[in-house]
Each structure stands twice: as C-alpha cells, then as structure tokens.
C-alpha cells in the first residue's frame, strides 16, 4: 500500500514526532521546514512565501505525478513570536508571523488541493490547530488571528471539496498542551507580555503536559477514522 504524508514544520516537537511515528507505520513521509534535519527533509522557509511557493509548487506536482493509495498532510509550522501587546510588536514581525502562520499554510493547502485532486486516494488535509483559534490571548494576538483564520479555511476547502468527485477532507485538529519548547518559551515569558502565563507554569507543575510522542499517536488514530471533512477534532483530553 502506497502512503504519503506531507509534514509542514517536522523539525521538532509534535511535527517530528509525526515523522518518526509515519516512517515507523510503513508511510513515505516528506518533511518541509528550514532546518531540515530528515532524510526526507525539503529544506525550504516557510515564511518566505516568494522563495517558498515555486519550491513548494514543484515538490507537490512531483509527488503528484505517482499514484497513492492514500495521502496526508499535515499543516504544523507555527511560531508564537512576538509576544506581547499589539502597540509593542514590530511591523516587520508583525509580517513575519502572519507569513508563516497564515499565509503559509493556506498556501501549501491551496497547492495541495491542486495537485493532488484527481487522485482517488483517500486524501486528508490536517491543520494543527489549537484553543487560540477559539478565543483571545492578550500577547497572543498574532497567533490567535492565525489559527482563527486558518480553521476557517480549512472548513471552507471542506465545503468546497464535498460536490468533487474524489474529494480532500479537511479537518482542524487542537492537539492540547504538550511538553515541548514552544511551551517552555512560553513559561519563560514575563506576564507583562502574557497575563496568561502562570496558567501554563501550573500546567506543566500538575504534570498536565503530554509527550508530543503521545500526542502524535493519538491524532493519527483520530485522524485514521475521519470519514467526512469540516469538522474539529479535539485530543486535549486524550491520554
């Protein structure tokens, strides 16, 4: 059986322990991001969307060009900086932020649903989202207009892709709190840029952060009885 996975963002944390899980269940996986640590590493800067697109572009017309049996892919790539008020955060961060956590992602999805329509392979598309797309975060106000915007896509690619014949189901996933640098950068950050922050520091003081090993493996069993597209799958109370 012939299974593709498109990693964005597998460099680290529950990105790469997607990797390492899909490798172990017999996928071919191809991992986007820039450092680019796998062997199956397409080393590219997400955020760099006019270098990023035609890289993009050319690798997903390549893997298209093979027949599957099925396909995921996984739209991970993320990063909360800057933290802080809106008034503080520098424009050219400003950006930055909503290049690799926007525009990025509806980008890849977009290529994604283009190359890969004609297949009559199950196709998945997976945003990694998370409980900022829900609601506001003071210091967070990037990163919770990204994930709100990026939900809403995917549930608009769902509608789309309901009349086609060989349809991509979209989901949104919220995966929880997790143990990994992205949660310790935020436990480092001073509460005069997220009032939130002790809220993660009891977190990780009630053992409540999972192993993004852990993690993986749960979303891909979620993700293995998606059946329909549109909808969220939500494994924070997942153990």
Known sequence: MARLALITGGSRGLGAAFVAQLQAEGWEV???????????SVKVDLGALAASGPVLDAKLAELAARD???????LNAAT????GPTARKPP????????????APVLFAALFVKHFQRHAARKLLANISSGAALKGYA???LYCAAKAGLENHVRSIALEQ???AHPVLAVNVDPGVMDTEMQ???????????????????????????APETVAVIILGELARVTEGGGRIDTATHR
Do not use: Y
């Open 92 to 103: 050219a961060e400003v950006l930055g932020n909503l290049d690799l956590n926007l525009k």
């Open 162 to 164: 309901a009349g086609e």
């Open 184 to 210: 310790a950068a935020i436990r480092a950050t001073g509460i005069d840029d997220f009032p939130a922050v002790e809220r993660f520091h009891g977190l990780q003081a009630a053992g409540m952060l999972r």
């Open 68 to 74: 599957w049996d099925e396909v995921l892919a996984v």
């Open 80 to 83: 909360l900086a800057p933290i």
């Open 139 to 141: 210091g967070w106000s």
């Open 30 to 40: 191809v991992e986007f991001s820039r450092a680019a640590p796998h062997a199956c």
